[in-house]
């Protein structure tokens, strides 16, 4: 079984950038599908980025597009999602998910999930 778990989350001023960790465990990064995902207070779940780590290029949510960038490293199996030029609309959970189908990742039901990290974009 796969196992998820995010890291990095904290408080950061706007304009800032910050890097969210996902190490993943139970199986090979190219093995599964994944996606950064968030939640805002009061608000439903939303995608942030889908990708098949090491495969192709990352889709990106309109309201992160440009901003945001994924990326990882296979020694530690490790995925990343940097977002640059925060705004407070940022804030919110930040979880990462997988799933061995892609039909799952687009359907936001992935079987997998972090237990997420607080964002807070706040001066």
């Known amino acids: 079984e796969v196992q998820l778990v995010e890291s990095g989350g904290g408080l950061v001023p706007p304009r800032g950038s910050l890097r969210l960790s996902c190490v993943v465990s139970g199986d090979d990064l190219s093995r599964v599908y994944m996606m950064w995902v968030r939640q805002a207070p009061g608000k439903a779940r939303e995608w942030v980025a889908r990708f098949w780590p090491g495969h192709g290029r990352p889709y990106y949510a309109d309201s992160v597009e440009g901003r945001a960038t994924v990326s990882q490293d296979n020694a530690k199996m490790t995925v990343y999602l940097q977002i640059d030029s925060l705004i407070p609309e940022d804030t919110g959970v930040y979880f990462c998910?997988?799933?061995?189908?892609?039909?799952?990742?687009?359907?936001?039901?992935?079987?997998?999930w972090g237990q997420g990290t607080q964002v807070t974009v706040s001066s």
């Open positions: 998910a997988a799933d061995e189908e892609w039909s799952a990742i687009l359907t936001m039901k992935p079987r997998y």
